[in-house]
């Protein structure tokens, strides 16, 4: 199985601060890669898949990156709106698998 | 506009069965495959299984965790995936959602989960 691994598991930002999450495969899935990000309650929402194309109707300042086994999300200036778990996920081969969740938080 | 919408779920003792269905809309079903994907509370994502479509021989994929005890199974004519899940244990406590996979007529056919539906909690419990 590929193991996703993100960090940091949490973190605390103020308004306005560029925010990166990473996420590392235990293997390389070249850029079948998704970030998805999930508020309280809510069901998860697909942001980013390819490992940088971002999804219809997504805020541009939402970016990914990455390929191989190393990959990022990067929020180019956090919002109170923002608030929310972000997940990665390989779809390269099965089972597919997500990162343990990134809690993201304003200072 | 594209919808899923889960529902079945409930409480179950330990042992038991339980079926989830979920109704999709708004996109052509016949050309995706479909996914279940569940949260444990307060935990992270874990996917379930897959089900694919009519050009892919309608194959389906399981976690480990849920092999043998769950099926995924589709009706094209209703647009309509679901879920059989057997034997049920405590940690299959979760809530499910339904989530559309990638286009596909037939190969390899990589993507994510565009589209999630709301979700259906089941609990497994004495």
């Known amino acids: 199985d590929i193991q996703m691994t993100q960090s940091p598991s949490s973190l605390s930002a103020s308004v306005g601060d560029r925010v990166t999450i990473t996420c590392r495969a235990s293997?390389?899935?070249?850029?079948?890669l998704a970030w998805y990000q999930q508020k309280p309650g809510k069901a998860p929402k697909s942001l980013i898949s390819?490992?940088?194309s971002l999804q219809s109707g997504v805020p541009s300042k939402f970016s990914g990156s990455g390929s191989g086994t190393d990959f990022t999300l990067t929020i180019s200036s956090l919002q109170p709106e923002d608030i929310a778990t972000y997940y990665c996920?390989?779809?390269?081969?099965?089972?597919?698998?997500f990162g343990g969740g990134t809690k993201v938080e304003i200072k | 506009e594209v919808q899923l919408v889960e529902s079945g779920g409930g409480l179950v003792q330990p042992g038991g069965s339980l079926r989830l269905s979920c109704a999709a809309s708004?996109?052509?079903?016949?050309?995706?495959?479909m996914d279940w994907v569940r949260q444990a509370p307060g935990k992270g994502l874990e996917w379930v299984g897959r089900?694919?479509?009519?050009?892919?021989?309608?194959?389906?994929e399981y976690a480990a965790s849920v092999r043998g005890r769950f099926t995924v199974s589709r009706d094209d004519s209703s647009s309509s995936v679901f879920l059989q899940m057997n034997s049920l244990k405590t940690e299959d406590t979760a809530v499910y959602y339904c989530?559309?996979?990638?286009?596909?007529?037939?190969?390899?056919?990589?993507?994510?989960?565009?589209?999630w539906g709301r979700g259906t909690l089941v609990t497994v419990s004495s």
């Open positions: 390819a490992a940088s």
């Open positions: 996920q390989q779809y390269k081969s099965y089972p597919l698998t």
């Open positions: 708004g996109f052509t079903f016949t050309d995706y495959y």
């Open positions: 089900t694919r479509n009519k050009p892919s021989r309608y194959t389906t």
């Open positions: 293997q390389d899935i070249s850029n079948y």
């Open positions: 989530a559309r996979g990638a286009y596909c007529n037939g190969g390899f056919c990589p993507d994510n989960f565009a589209y």
